[in-house]
């Protein structure tokens, strides 16, 4: 997959996520990489959107994990935002029950998913985000997984 695509406003991101957030359904994990205010949350929140979540979204930072009824594509499904930043050890995504999320029915967003490398699945979602600041943001898309390939292209 070689998608590239770039964001000069919060704006900008918020209207990618709700792109991006159109196109996906219950079972998808994404992963949301880059450093502190790149823009994650922002983009989450588009996704959010995207996917008709009607309470506000707040940051998951000190929650790690918070839940949303959404709806993907015409069926019911749980948004569930994580971010995983304060963890210090992989045992505790575990105990939070990061795993238990991966599900038919759920779409999950993970920001900070590092220290749960080991338990996330195989056809994860991979965005980069570059630049912080005023700067703009440069958002590249990776998997290991053809479908996204095949979901993604042409779409966003
Ligand atoms: N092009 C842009 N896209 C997204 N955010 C931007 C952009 N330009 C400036 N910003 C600002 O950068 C900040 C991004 O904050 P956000 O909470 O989304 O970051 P984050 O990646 O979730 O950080 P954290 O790791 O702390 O959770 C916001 O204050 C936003 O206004
Ligand atoms: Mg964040």
């Not at 997959?1 to 770039?6: C, D, F, S, V």
């Not at 309470?55 to 499904?77: D, H, K, L, R």
């Not at 935002?81 to 575990?94: I, K, T, V």
């Not at 998913?113 to 005023?134: F, H, K, N, Q």
Request: hydrophobic share 35%; charged share 25%.
């Amino acid at each position: 997959m070689n998608i590239r695509l770039e964001s000069s406003s919060p704006e900008e991101t918020h209207a990618l996520g709700t792109k991006l957030g159109k196109l996906l359904q219950g079972g998808d994990v994404l992963c949301l990489i880059g450093d502190l205010g790149a823009g994650k949350t922002a983009l989450a929140k588009g996704i959010g959107e995207a996917l008709n979540v009607q309470e506000p979204m707040t940051s998951p930072t000190f929650t790690f994990i918070i839940e949303y009824q959404a709806n993907a594509q015409g069926t019911p499904v749980r948004l569930v935002h994580m971010d995983l930043y304060r963890l210090n050890h992989p045992e505790e995504a575990e105990v939070i029950g990061v795993g238990e999320n991966f599900q038919e029915d759920r779409i999950c967003l993970i920001e900070w998913p590092e220290i749960a490398e080991d338990i996330l699945p195989e056809d994860v979602l991979e965005l980069r985000m570059e630049g912080s600041g005023e700067e703009k943001r440069v958002i590249t898309f990776h998997s290991q997984s053809a479908h996204w390939t095949e979901r993604l292209d042409g779409n966003l």
